[in-house]
Every structure is written in structure tokens, then in C-alpha cells.
């Protein structure tokens, strides 16, 4: 997100120093005087295809302006396009920012209704309690001649009863468990494989890391609610985690997806009034080069006016 602010603020300095650009470019004038012209000499010739910029309208104005066209264009692609009569330009830039602004919002929110369903999941079937639990007895297992006493990771209202049966409510069970002691438990708790301690804290419950590390990391698959509490071993990878587990980490990485493509399209979106705006910016200015030099070189003579910026 932070790029894309970057980039729009990047994008609107560019635009107000073309404008700014445009209005204060010093004006030059030339008059000179000769006493034959063409245009004397062929009083009936037609330059009505010649814009000059004096009609009024809004198109006009933005046909004849390069600092407008670029306005124009960067506000809504193909604008400066239509202004200037490039009707394919004009469809380009057009449908593309409405494709661009579609899939950005079905994404979008596709993506927030699965990371929803994400914490709703985890919400109503991990527990805190049962991987208390869980967490005591694995380190018991280690450490037959030093166990834990399991009224130590419970806050002071539960202890003296030992850890209760998890009720797998956040309202409740986030109560019964003292999380200080619980991360202590989780840094001396030993992986038998590699002697090394367990990766992670949990982290509090209701942040984003709490949610996607109860279905990232292995140490954290008995605390849902289909653990197979015979299963003793949580090295087995992914093909020893419980079916929520997965079903879980599969939900983050399908709205994930989502975000990332929705942010794409944003990108697309601002891209497409970068180039548009530029577009019509050179479109206008080499008409405008191409009509000076055509003007210029049909007079011999005469008075001539010519105003450049």
C-alpha cells in the first residue's frame, strides 16, 4: 500500500509541475512585416482544419493545451484521448480502467470475506487450553525427572483444579491461561529431533500474527480442535497437522492471492492514468509543433503573428 501512496503522490507532483510548467513558460511574440504573403495571393485557400485555440469549450481547451490534455487524462484516462479525436486511444484506456476498477473491487472484497471466514475459523476451533494442555504434557514427556506443574501456566482465579477442559471460546478460554507463563514454557520445551526450542511464542490473541501462525508452524496444530491427541510427534509436516490445520492455511493463502491481485490492479489503475496523461500531453504538443510549422512556412511575406510557449 505504502508504494502505491508513493507512487500517486509522485504522480500528482508531475501533474501540478506540468501545469505549472505550462502557465508560467515565458511567452514570446513575433511581428514582422513583409509586404507580400501568400495568403494574399491566394485569398480562398482554406485553413479551417488549423486549430488555434481560440474557440472556447472544455474539449477545445484540452485539445490545444498540452498541460490541460495531461490534466485531463491523468483525472480520467482517455479523456485527453477523446478531446484530440483518437477514438481507439480512447476505447483503450477506457476499458482498461474499467476492467482494472472491476477486478480490483471483486477482489478486494472476495479477499476480506475469506480472511473472515478465516478468524471465524480459528475463533471457534483452536484453544488456547487444549495446547496449554498439550504443550505441559509434550514437555513432561522430555522431562520425566523435572515435570511441570500445570497450575503454573493458569491465571489466579484457576489455579488449584489443574487446566480445564478447553471450551474453544476466546471469551473464556484466553481468561484461564496465563500467556507469560505460557511463552516461558514454550522457550524451555525442546524439539527431541534437534534439541533446539520451540521456533515461536504464542503471540496475543485477536493479532494478525496470531492468527497466521496457529496454521503456519507445526507446534501449534494440537491446539484445534480435531487434534488427534494419540499423535505425539509434531514433526510429520504438513501430512501429521489436523484437518482444520490445513483447511486454515489454505484459507490465508487464497485471500492472500486475492490481496495481492487486487493491489496489481490498483497498480494497472494508476499506470493507466500515468501513461494516458503523457499521451495526451505529447499528443497535443506535437500537433500544436507540427500546426506552427505549417503556418510558418505559408508566408512569404506580410505581417505575420506567432505566439509560442
Known amino acids: ?36 504573403s501568400l495568403s494574399a495571393l491566394n485569398p480562398a485557400g482554406d485553413y479551417s482544419y488549423q486549430q488555434d485555440g481560440s474557440g472556447g469549450g472544455f474539449m477545445n481547451t484540452v485539445s490545444t493545451k498540452p498541460g490541460y490534455a495531461f490534466l485531463a487524462s491523468a483525472i480520467l484516462p482517455g479523456l485527453g484521448q477523446a478531446a484530440n479525436r483518437q477514438w481507439w486511444k480512447t476505447a483503450l484506456f477506457v476499458t482498461v480502467e474499467a476492467a482494472a476498477i472491476g477486478l480490483y473491487i471483486h477482489n478486494e472484497n472476495r479477499a476480506r470475506s475469506v480472511e473472515r471466514q478465516f478468524w471465524r475459523m480459528a475463533d471457534g476451533n483452536w484453544s488456547v487450553v487444549q495446547y496449554a494442555s498439550w504443550l505441559v504434557d509434550f514437555h513432561n514427556a522430555q522431562n520425566p525427572n523435572n515435570p511441570y506443574d500445570p497450575n503454573n501456566l493458569l491465571t489466579p482465579d484457576y489455579q488449584g483444579h489443574g487446566i480445564p477442559t478447553p471450551a474453544f ?38 493479532s494478525q500474527q496470531y492468527y497466521e501462525l496457529i496454521s503456519k508452524y507445526w507446534q501449534y496444530g494440537p491446539g484445534w480442535i480435531d487434534w488427534n491427541p494419540g499423535v505425539h510427534n509434531i514433526n510429520l509436516g504438513n501430512a501429521g497437522m489436523p484437518p482444520l490445520w490445513l483447511e486454515h492455511a489454505r484459507l490465508e493463502e487464497i485471500f492472500n492471492d486475492k490481496y495481492r491481485f487486487a493491489g496489481n490492479m490498483l497498480s494497472l489503475l494508476l499506470m493507466n492514468h500515468f501513461i494516458s496523461a503523457f499521451d495526451a500531453f505529447f499528443t497535443v504538443r506535437l500537433r500544436n509543433h507540427r500546426m506552427e510549422a505549417s503556418m510558418s512556412s505559408e508566408y512569404l511575406g506580410g505581417f505575420r503573428f506567432r505566439y509560442k510557449f
Open 1 to 36: 500500500m505504502m508504494k502505491h501512496l508513493f507512487f500517486i503522490l509522485s504522480f500528482t507532483l508531475i501533474t501540478c509541475a506540468v501545469i505549472n510548467a505550462q502557465d508560467v513558460m515565458p511567452e514570446r511574440i513575433y511581428l514582422t512585416y513583409s509586404p507580400v
Open 169 to 206: 471460546s476466546n471469551e473464556n478460554d484466553w481468561r484461564v491461561i496465563d500467556i507469560i507463563a505460557l511463552r516461558q514454557l514454550e522457550r524451555s520445551t525442546l524439539y527431541p529431533s534437534t534439541g533446539n526450542p520451540f521456533s515461536h511464542d504464542l503471540p496475543d490473541y485477536g
